[in-house]
């Protein structure tokens, strides 16, 4: 039977109901919001004259609940406008409009006997033969089926999303003996392909797959901080992104979260799982139940194992606080020699040996930690999972681990590591032995361009279901490339088609990067039938290698900086009037040079969750690698007969003297960056596959290189305008002098310069432009002041 999701009905408004609501909004499905009639009025009801027959009065609950949501940041929705897909009411009015839907998601709170009470009124209702789901992260699925419908329990099953379900890319989906398998097969395909999700098959056993490991994960840290002696600061210096672990590492992580969140589950886990070896770990230490005791939950009180507090001069500051004695105290700075050496390895994965075999503290605390961990999860299979890369794919996808813990096993030398264990009073599960025994060294392998785990019943290697379609670089490495340099590889990808990956620091473009692009171009050219430019690593790319221009800059090299700047503008052109279709994958982090690449392709294929935008100016510069002219000539296709010509160009000059960034694929529609011709993609795993076939098509259609543009500028006049409106807003003092300064340049080159009328020019004129006011721009003290600032800290400085 083929199935499709057109509308859908989300039961409870709650943090995560919304959520949802909003992210099956994002994909284009027309969602029913509903929750419970409020008990009663408000005394601003009253104030008003309402009663409890007023509609407004009867959904207010789910009115706050998803204005709460749309208001979030990081925003729920890919766009603001896709909230109208989402219409909202209550259980008692409109339980009725469910018949209309696919799929049915239950999201009220956590409790077995209130979940019957809403799944009984969804019975009155429910078409026979639609899709209906819970998303409960505690209670056992199977316990909701007593006294449902044959028909119910065949369609039943968990749908497990993470919080906030837009980020974080996990959905378990959670069968029951009664779910119809195809069922299953539906959910999982659709969870990967249309929703953008890692789905990951779970049994129904406490906490799934990810909570169950992750939590654990997290309460084996606390264990091993406590053996160690070490403090909060140190902890979260060694659990952030020197593990490939988000930025918030341990501690932070929780006080987001809510310590009573944690504490909950890990209650919930200890009285359920009363066979686990490690039991014990999830039996939180006292200093945990003495905070909350004392309410200090998190960032939702306002304090937990971080404060936020002022000093004395009014500045604010964060205080750790000191497990030994319960009192905040200034963070301190944690050094160990084991980080150190691993700062200029900028590849999480080159990190783990160096880490796990550690001389001081910080590598008694990673074995500790981690030993413990990798029996955790031996002993975890069979009981949650038969394959063994579905923990690993929960842990990254709902935890955001780069590397989960078999691939960090593999890292760092499966034998090798269960000898060592052993020593440390670790011992994994059996069938690790046995693995070894039969001559298997690792968990996962990269086979014919795919990859393979070890499959524990077989003893053998095979396939991850539903992964055929991914293009994984990493697995084409050893034998698919055809030529590469130190910022950048160049792999066959099949079918005729190459594949440019950057590889350097933050996938930044410097010369390297320049090169590779040149040279994917000409081999594409020659012998190919086109050219992907795209990467599976955390960001497509952070933009131009500013170190490199402050070097120069600082040196007076000027007509360096301006063959760089040359040579980066034909590269981009390049990519543009190539003789082969070049089509460019944008993902996360797309700045700078990065946009200005994804501006010149002739097709882009962007990831759903894309950050990209025209930065320069945060750092005194304008956008010279072809961005303002080709912003200017998007503006210039835009104008419409008898519209104010100014309005585009208007909102393409903002773009940049802003330096605004697009938060989704579909704010860089709104700004232009994207076409309706363009693509996106939400599965990330996809998204390779997708730019290839996107290139395939165009070669199929006849591509043939076209020629350079013209278009029209606007002159003095087009200046006038953009010099008095900046005029203004530094009389308002909303921006510096050095702000004017940079946005009369782009105001110049937008408009083309020193013309009397409105002209038309070809696109090399405006990049000379570029270029000019590029130039002049490094050899400003303020704008030197501003690179060096985001060069130490990160952090813009408006001079």
Wanted: proline fraction near 4%; charged fraction near 25%; aromatic fraction near 8%.
């Amino acid at each position: 039977m083929n199935r499709s999701i057109k509308k859908a009905a989300i039961l409870g408004s709650g943090i995560m109901g919304s959520r949802i609501a909003c992210h099956l909004a994002n994909i284009g499905v027309e969602v029913l919001l509903l929750d419970i009639v409020p008990r009663e009025l408000s005394e601003a009801e009253q104030q008003k004259g309402l009663t409890m027959e007023s509609p407004q009065v009867r959904n207010r609950i789910v009115t706050e609940m998803f204005q709460t949501a749309v208001k979030a940041k990081p925003a729920s929705l890919y766009d603001k406008s896709f909230q109208s897909r989402v219409s909202l009411g209550n259980f008692d009015d409109d339980m009725s409009k469910i018949k209309e839907v696919d799929w049915i998601i239950e999201v009220v709170v956590e409790n077995l006997e209130i979940k019957r009470k809403v799944f009984d009124q969804v019975e009155q209702f429910r078409k026979p033969g639609t899709l209906i789901t819970s998303n409960t992260s505690g209670i056992p699925i199977h316990l909701m089926l007593e006294g449902r419908s044959d028909d119910f329990k065949k369609h039943f099953c968990g749908t497990h999303f993470f919080n906030p379900p837009r980020y974080l890319k996990l959905l378990e989906i959670i069968p029951t003996p009664y779910t119809d398998p195809e069922i299953v097969d539906f959910f999982m395909k659709y969870g990967d392909v249309y929703l953008g999700k890692t789905t990951v098959l779970c049994k129904d056993t406490p906490a799934f797959i990810a909570n169950r490991v992750g939590i654990y994960a997290i309460l084996k840290v606390v264990d091993s901080m406590q053996k160690l002696g070490l403090n909060i600061d140190q902890i979260d210096k060694l659990t952030g992104p020197v593990i490939g672990r988000p930025k918030s590492a341990t501690f932070r992580t929780s006080d987001v979260v809510g310590l009573d969140t944690l504490v909950k589950v890990a209650n919930n886990l200890y009285a359920a799982l009363e066979n686990d070896e490690s039991r014990e770990t999830f039996n939180l230490p006292p200093v945990i139940n003495e905070m909350i005791e004392k309410k200090w939950l998190g960032d939702k009180t306002k304090q937990g194992f971080y404060k936020k507090t002022k000093d004395e001069n009014g500045k604010k500051v964060i205080l750790t606080l000191d497990l030994e004695d319960m009192e905040y105290k200034p963070k301190q700075k944690a050094s160990f020699p084991t980080l150190e050496m691993t700062k200029p390895i900028d590849d999480v994965k080159e990190r783990f040996k160096i880490l796990l075999s550690g001389k001081d503290q910080a590598g008694e605390f990673y074995r500790d930690s981690f030993f413990g961990l990798f029996q955790y999860v031996s002993n975890r299979i069979p009981e949650i999972t038969d394959e063994l890369y579905k923990i690993d794919d929960a842990l990254c996808a709902g935890f955001g681990w780069e590397v989960g813990p078999f691939k960090t096993w593999d890292l760092v030398g499966v034998r090798k590591t269960v000898a060592k264990m052993e020593a440390a009073g670790y011992k994994p599960a059996d069938w690790v032995y046995e693995m070894l025994e039969a001559g298997h060294e690792s968990f996962f392998k990269a086979e014919a361009g795919a990859t393979t785990f070890y499959d524990i019943p077989s003893k053998s290697f095979k396939g991850i279901a539903g992964t055929e379609d991914y293009i994984i670089l990493d697995n084409l490495r050893e034998s698919n490339v055809v030529w590469k340099n130190s910022g950048a590889s160049i792999f066959d990808i099949g079918d005729g088609v190459l594949n440019l990956e950057f590889h350097s620091k933050m996938n930044t473009m410097g010369g390297e990067v320049i090169e590779a692009i040149n040279k994917a171009i000409t081999l594409a050219e020659e012998k190919y039938t086109g050219l992907v430019i795209a990467n599976n690593g955390q960001n497509f790319s952070a933009g131009a290698n500013l170190a490199l221009i402050f070097m120069n800059a600082i040196e007076q090299e000027y007509d360096e900086i301006d063959f760089m700047i040359a040579a980066f503008q034909k590269t981009m052109m390049r990519a543009r009037y190539s003789s082969v279709p070049v089509v460019v994958a944008p993902h996360a982090l797309t700045l700078g040079g990065g946009c200005e690449l994804t501006l010149h392709a002739d097709r882009v294929q962007m990831a759903a969750e894309t950050y990209i935008g025209l930065v320069e100016v945060g750092v005194g510069l304008i956008p010279a690698g072809g961005g303002t002219k080709e912003l200017t000539l998007r503006a210039a296709d835009r104008y419409v007969e008898g519209d104010v010509e100014y309005n585009a160009l208007q909102e393409a000059f903002m773009s940049i003297a802003t330096a605004k960034v697009a938060t989704s694929a579909h704010e860089a529609l709104g700004m232009n960056i994207l076409r309706p011709i363009d693509g996106i993609t939400l599965s990330k795993n996809r998204q390779i596959t997708e730019a290839k076939a996107t290139v395939l098509k165009l070669a199929a259609e006849g591509y043939t290189q076209k020629p350079q543009r013209t278009f029209k500028v606007q002159g003095r006049g087009g200046m006038a305008m953009f010099y008095a409106g900046v005029n203004g807003m530094r009389m308002g003092n909303y921006i510096s002098d050095h702000d004017v300064k940079i946005a009369h340049k782009i105001a110049h080159v937008m408009c083309g310069g020193d013309l009397s009328a409105p002209t038309t020019v070809t696109e090399q004129y405006l990049l000379d432009l570029e270029r000019e006011a590029f130039l002049s721009l490094t050899g400003e003290k303020k704008t030197l002041e501003r690179i060096q600032a985001i060069l130490n800290g990160g952090k813009p400085l408006r001079n």
